[in-house]
């Protein structure tokens, strides 16, 4: 079992920048790979995000350039680096973890967090 708990989300202006935060517990000592993931209003949730167990990471092309996922083993948290955020970047953010050493945006994670959400205004 693993638990995750986001931070980091608020309100930012166009340009602006956030740094999400997704603290790990549990099983920590496995092998892991995590990813991010956020669902607009009205929209289904979408992959923007994932790092494998060796730190290698991948991205939705519409984050590419402005996020940066990584990761901290010391302290089990997992962050994404978001800069010129754009309205369109609105959403909730969630962070997920899956006990394999490899993933993609497109993996079916099997742990989830609640949640934090980032808003940008024009």
């Known amino acids: 079992q693993m638990q995750l708990v986001e931070s980091g989300g608020g309100s930012v202006q166009a340009g602006g920048s956030l740094r999400l935060s997704c603290a790990v517990s549990?099983?920590?000592?496995?092998?892991?790979?995590m990813g991010w993931f956020r669902q607009p209003p009205g929209k289904e949730r979408e992959g923007v995000a994932a790092?494998?167990?060796?730190?290698?990471?991948s991205y939705a092309d519409s984050v590419k350039g402005r996020f940066t996922i990584s990761q901290d083993n010391a302290k089990n948290t997992l962050y994404l680096q978001m800069i010129n955020l754009k309205p369109e970047d609105t959403a909730m953010y969630y962070c997920?973890?899956?006990?394999?050493?490899?993933?993609?945006?497109?993996?079916?994670?099997?742990?989830w967090g609640q949640g934090t959400q980032v808003t940008v205004s024009s």
């Open positions: 997920a973890a899956d006990l394999s050493p490899v993933c993609s945006i497109y993996w079916d994670f099997d742990y």
């Open positions: 549990g099983e920590t000592d496995s092998t892991y790979c």
């Open positions: 790092i494998d167990s060796d730190g290698s990471p």
